[in-house]
């Protein structure tokens, strides 16, 4: 059974970092592309970055381009994403994805439950 | 980027209704087209990939249609567990986009 288990979530000031871990079991991890995809509150998905299964491809959104990095680790099946100069509109619930093939434009087969960033002072 | 516009952005049905929802690119992203259905408080979870290929475990009474630039997704015959959002989202090219969601509700 696949599983993806997101933390690190919190309450962050302003201009701050945080990291987003998310743990895979069920499947060959290093076999598949992964995602981040955002939500804020009441509003709709937004991908955010993608990173191809060996992790040698990256992939941002405009908006998280300079801020973000996105890397993974496939000796311990875990997914990260650093987030640095943090802004208010990044608060949102962040979900990784693993996506149904090796290339990052694959659809996402199966989402984690979702870790809560919140950005305020 | 590719923009991905979804309406109706809610509607109203009832039980046993059929139900379309429209999705639209700005360009041709040929069949890279998906559905994912999101229930409140819960990640979305896929239902159709390439336009029509029903995901592992989906029911039948959900299908996919279009290609190029217009897309449809049927509901049949509408049930209670299908009360949920609907998104669509084009994986033609990066940036991965989403439409702004179809938000099913009881009549």
């Known amino acids: 059974e696949v599983q993806l288990l997101e933390s690190g979530g919190g309450l962050v000031q302003p201009g701050g970092s945080l990291r987003l871990s998310c743990a895979a079991s069920?499947?060959?991890?290093?076999?598949?592309?992964m995602s981040w995809v955002r939500q804020a509150p009441g509003k709709g998905l937004e991908w955010v970055s993608a990173?191809?299964?060996?992790?040698?491809?990256?992939y941002y959104a405009d908006s998280v381009k300079g801020r973000f990095t996105i890397s993974r680790d496939n000796s311990k099946d875990t997914l990260y994403l650093q987030m640095n100069s943090l802004r208010g509109e990044d608060t949102a619930v962040y979900y990784c994805?693993?996506?149904?093939?090796?290339?990052?434009?694959?659809?996402?087969?199966?989402w984690g439950q979702g870790t809560l960033v919140t950005v305020s002072s | 980027d590719i923009q991905m516009t979804q309406s109706p952005s809610s509607l109203s049905a009832s039980v046993g209704y059929r139900v379309t929802i429209t999705c639209r690119a700005s360009?041709?992203?040929?069949?890279?087209l998906n559905w994912y259905q999101q229930k409140p408080g819960k990640a979305p979870k896929l239902l159709i990939y390439?336009?029509?290929t029903l995901h592992s475990g989906v029911p039948s009474r959900f299908s996919g249609t279009g290609s190029g630039t217009d897309f449809t997704l049927t509901i049949s015959s509408l049930r209670p567990e299908d009360f949920a959002t609907y998104y669509c989202?084009?994986?033609?090219?990066?940036?991965?986009?989403f439409g702004g969601g179809t938000k099913v509700e009881i009549k």
């Open positions: 994805a693993k996506q149904i093939g090796d290339m990052v434009t694959h659809p996402f087969d199966f």
């Open positions: 390439t336009a029509s």
């Open positions: 989202q084009q994986s033609y090219s990066v940036p991965l986009t």
């Open positions: 990173i191809s299964g060996s992790g040698g491809s990256t």
């Open positions: 069920g499947f060959t991890f290093s076999s598949y592309a």
């Open positions: 360009q041709s992203i040929y069949r890279y």
